[in-house]
C-alpha cells in the first residue's frame, strides 16, 4: 500500500512539472525602447522574480496567471500570462519622473538621485521632441549655455561663462578630438544612434583631466533593445531652410547573445542668409555622412565590445563675383573634415563580487581638415584649384578604473594616458605631440546615514609644461585636488557642495595652429602659459507632492577663478600684411592674468501626473577679471519648457523658450582704458507636435524653430577679448536661419 502511494506521489509530482512551462516578460520604456533592469514581477503563490540587466524576466506557470509588474518611476501594470508566453511590456514613466541611472563621473552605474553631481540628462524622449538633428539643437535653450556660430569654425558652445576650451565632450565615455579653433563644432554630432546624453556642470578634473572645468557632455550611444532578432529602422527629416537629412540603421541579436547594430546617413544644408546675395551665404552650405558600428557581448556581470564612428563633411564657401574683374570671377574656399574614432571597452563586476566594478577603455582618434581655394568662373561655374592647406591631428587613449562600494566607504582608483600628435600645412613642425598622463584616485565616505564626502586627487603628467606649477598645499607637487559632499537633509531635500582645481595645458592649436583664408588669420602663440583654475558649487534640491501633482525647486550658484585663462584675442593689424588688414576675423591666442565668473541659476519644474511638465528656469552670469578694472560684467537669462500629452489622441505638444540677454566680452585700450563690445539681446522659441502610428513602428514629429524669426544680432563697442570674441569684429553676429518648419518620420521595421 505505501508503495502504491508513493508511486502515486511521484507520479503527481512528474505531471505537475511538465504541465508547468517556463514564461518570459521582456519590459522596456515606452518612449524610448530600453530594457528596464531590476522590474518587479509579483504573481499568486510566488515569491516573485526581478528583471535581468536585458529587461528579461523569467517565470515558471502552472496554468493562466495575472502579473503585478512595478518600477520606481513608472506606472504600475497588470498582464494576463500563459505557460510558455514570450510578452513585450512597456511600462509609462509616472509623474515623478524616471530616476534615471546615470555613468559620467560615477564610481559604478548610479540612480541620478543618488550621484554627488548635478546631472542633467536629455533622453531619447527629449531628443525626439525637440526634433533634433546634432548637438545644437540640444543645447541652444538650456541655462549657463550659449551655442557661438562662425561661418567656418562652426558653433561652439560657452558654459557658465567659459568659452569651449574648458568643455570636455565625451562619446561613450571617450574624450573627442576639438574641431577648429580648439573647440568642438556642435553641428558636427549627430543624433542619430544616441540614447542620452548626459551634462554635469563644473570640474570633473579628477576623473578627466584637462578641459572638464566648465562642464562636462557624455554622449551616450544607442544599444540595441532584447526583442525582435533582427531590427531596422529609416529616419527622415526636411527643415525648411533647405535641410534634407536621412539615415537607417539595422542590429540584431545574434545566437552568442551578443549585439551587432550597423547605422548610417546623410545630412545635406544648402545655405541661409537672411539677405539676397549671389552667390555668398552667411551660413556655408555642407554636407555630412556618417556612419556607426557597435558590437556588444555580455559574459556573466561583463560587459565588453568594439565601436567605431566616422563621420566626413564637406562645406563650400562661396565667394561674391569680384568687381575688379568685372563680376566674372570669384574666388570660393571648400573645407572638408574627415574624422573618426575606434575604441574597445570593458565594464561590469568581476567574478560574482557585487562590490567591485571596473572600466576600462582604449582608443584611437583621428582627425583632419584640408582647406582649399578655388577660382570660379561665374557663368559657367567652371574652376580652378589656387591653393591647398591640411591638418592632421591623432589622439590614443588609454583609460582605466577599478571601484569598491562598501556600506560605508568607497574607493575608486584609475588611470588616464592621452597622446596627441599633430601635423600638416596649418602647424608648427616644431609642435608635433604633446601628451597628458594622469593617475587619479578617489574616497567615498558615509559617516552617517544622510552624509556623503568624496575627496578625490590626481596626479598629472604633461610632456610639455611642468605641472608642479599646481603646487598642491605649496609642496610643489603636481597634484590636483577635488572634494564633493552631499547632505540629504529628507527625502524631500538634498543639499551639494563642490570643490575642483583645475590644469589645463595650451592645446597644440593654441600652441601652433595658422589658420588662412579670405576671411580669417588666426595664429597659435608658443609663449602660452597653462591656466590654473577653482571652481566652487553649491546647490539644494527640494521635491514634493503627490502622484498627481509634484513639483520642484533647484538652486545652483557657482564661482570660477582662473589664472592665465587663455582665449582668442583680436591681432594688432598695424603689424600684419597690408593686403590682409582687411580681413574679417585676425586674433591669436593669448593669457588673459586673471579671469572670474560668477553665477546664479534656479531652477523650477510642475508636473500633473503623466500629461503635464513645465519646467521654468532663471540665471544670472557675472564676469570680471584683470582686464575689466575690477568692473563686473552682467547677463540674464531665462528658460521653460512645456510638455502636454493628449491621451486620447496619443498627440505630445513641446513648447521650448530661451531668452538670452546682453552679454560682453571686455578688454583694455592700449592707454588703459576700459573697453567692452556687447552682443544684444534675443529670444529663441521652438514648438513641436509628436505622435506614434501603427502600434508605435511610425514615429512622426512636427514642428517650428526660432518662432520670432532671429537672423543676426547687433554687436556694439570695441572689446576685444573673451567669449564672443571668435566671430570677429562685426556689426552683428549670426545667431539663427529665420523661421523654419520641420518634419521628423522615423519607421521601424
Known sequence: MKLRILTWLLFCTGLSQAIAQNALIRVLDAETGQALAGVNAAWAGSSGALADSEGIIRLRLDGPTTVSLSFVGYHPEKISLSPGADETVRLRASAAGLDEVVVTGQFTPTEKSRSLYNVKVFNAGHIAARGAVNLTDILSMELNARVVNDNVLGSNIILQGLTGQNVKILMDGVPLISGEANEFDLNQLNMNQVERIEVIEGPLSVQYGTNALAGTVNIISRQLPDGKRLQSGVNAYYETVGKYNVDASIG????????????????????????????????????????????????????????????????????????????????????????????????????????????????????????????????????????????????????????????????????????????????????????????????????????????????????????????????????????????????????????????RAPSLRELFWDFQDANHSINGNPALQPEIADNYILSGKYTFGTESHRLGIQLMTYVNRIERKIELVDKDRSLMDPSRQNVNVAKTYANIPEFMTRGFNLNLSYAQG?????????????????????????????????????????????????????????????????????????????????????????????????????????????????????????????????????????YSF
Open 252 to 503: 540584431t541579436n545574434l545566437r552568442d547573445g551578443s549585439k551587432l547594430s550597423l547605422s548610417g546617413g546623410r545630412n545635406q544644408f544648402i545655405g541661409f542668409s537672411p539677405d539676397d546675395q549671389p552667390r555668398n551665404k552667411l551660413w556655408n552650405p555642407s554636407t555630412q555622412y556618417f556612419g556607426n558600428f557597435k558590437w556588444v557581448k555580455r559574459t556573466g556581470n561583463l560587459n565588453y565590445g568594439l565601436l567605431h564612428n566616422q563621420f566626413r563633411e564637406t562645406q563650400v564657401s562661396k565667394g561674391n563675383p569680384d568687381p575688379g574683374f568685372q563680376y566674372l570671377t570669384a574666388t570660393d574656399n571648400a573645407f572638408t573634415t574627415n574624422r573618426f574614432n575606434s575604441n574597445i571597452f570593458l565594464n561590469g563586476k568581476p567574478g560574482s563580487s557585487s562590490r567591485s566594478y571596473i572600466d576600462m577603455i582604449a582608443g584611437y582618434q583621428y582627425y583632419d581638415r584640408i582647406s582649399e581655394n578655388y577660382l570660379v568662373n561665374v557663368s559657367d561655374e567652371t574652376r580652378k584649384r589656387t591653393s591647398r592647406r591640411s591638418t592632421e591631428f591623432s589622439s590614443w587613449l588609454f583609460r582605466g578604473a577599478y571601484s569598491y562600494t562598501g556600506s560605508g566607504l568607497s574607493f575608486q582608483v584609475g588611470y588616464d594616458v592621452n597622446l596627441n600628435n599633430s601635423a600638416g600645412d596649418t602647424v608648427d613642425s616644431l609642435g608635433t605631440s604633446v601628451n597628458d598622463i594622469g593617475i587619479f584616485g578617489s574616497l567615498n565616505i558615509k559617516p552617517f546615514r544622510k552624509l556623503e564626502i568624496q575627496p578625490g586627487f590626481r596626479y598629472t603628467y604633461n610632456s610639455r609644461y611642468n605641472t608642479r606649477e599646481i603646487n598642491f598645499l605649496d609642496t610643489g607637487l603636481p597634484v590636483i585636488p577635488s572634494l564633493n559632499l552631499k547632505y540629504e537633509v529628507s527625502r524631500a531635500l538634498n543639499l551639494r557642495a563642490s570643490y575642483a582645481k583645475g590644469f
Open 610 to 746: 503623466s500629461r503635464l511638465m513645465i519646467r521654468p528656469g532663471f540665471g544670472l552670469l557675472e564676469r570680471s577679471g584683470s582686464k575689466s578694472l575690477s568692473t563686473r560684467f552682467y547677463s540674464f537669462e531665462a528658460n521653460g519648457n512645456v510638455s502636454y500629452a493628449l491621451t486620447a489622441s496619443k498627440i505630445k505638444l513641446n513648447l521650448f523658450y530661451k531668452y538670452n540677454g546682453p552679454m560682453a566680452q571686455f578688454s583694455l585700450s592700449a592707454d588703459n582704458q576700459l573697453l567692452d563690445r556687447t552682443l544684444g539681446a534675443y529670444t529663441l522659441v521652438d514648438l513641436s507636435a509628436s505622435r506614434p502610428f501603427w502600434g508605435d513602428r511610425l514615429f512622426v514629429t512636427l514642428g517650428a524653430r526660432n518662432l520670432l524669426d532671429v537672423t543676426n544680432v547687433v554687436q556694439t563697442g570695441e572689446g576685444s577679448e573673451g567669449l564672443v570674441v571668435r566671430s570677429g569684429f562685426k556689426p552683428s553676429l549670426p545667431i539663427a536661419q529665420g523661421r523654419q518648419f520641420f518634419t521628423k518620420i522615423y
